[in-house]
């Protein structure tokens, strides 16, 4: 399973950003995917995901209104829309991958996920 995350870049506050996860190798009918950002020194932390099967979204307080995930199952590509950038969203973003069961994804805990992409990152600032 391979997960190449793109997109990332220097954007000013208030600006947007689309962001794309490609993903291949997958075997399974069924599976989930995460995004994920970590700043310097601090946790990662989830800020979204979507599972393949039937599109079931979580998306966590913090980041709702303004980051939204979707997925093209023909392009194999999940996106992070992130729009209305603030000062503490700068971080690397991540996109993540696991086996799941139908309708089922995790946007807070990063150790549920098996796979990772190298990361994308995301810088704000005037």
């Known amino acids: 399973v391979q997960l190449v995350e793109s997109g990332g870049g220097l954007v000013q506050p208030g600006d947007s950003l689309s962001l794309s996860c490609v993903t291949s190798g997958f075997t399974h009918d069924y599976w989930a995917i995460g995004w994920f950002r970590q700043a310097p020194g601090k946790e990662r932390e989830g800020v979204s995901c979507i599972s393949n099967s039937d599109g079931n979204i979580i998306t966590p307080d913090s980041v709702k209104g303004r980051f939204t995930i979707s997925r093209d199952n023909a392009k194999n590509t999940v996106y992070l829309q992130m729009n209305n950038l603030k000062p503490e969203d700068p971080a690397v973003y991540y996109c993540?991958?696991?086996?799941?069961?139908?309708?089922?994804?995790?946007?807070?805990?990063?150790?549920?996920?098996?796979?990772w992409g190298q990361g994308t990152q995301v810088t704000v600032s005037s």
């Open positions: 993540a991958a696991v086996v799941a069961m139908s309708g089922t994804c995790m946007a807070s805990k990063a150790s549920w996920y098996d796979y």
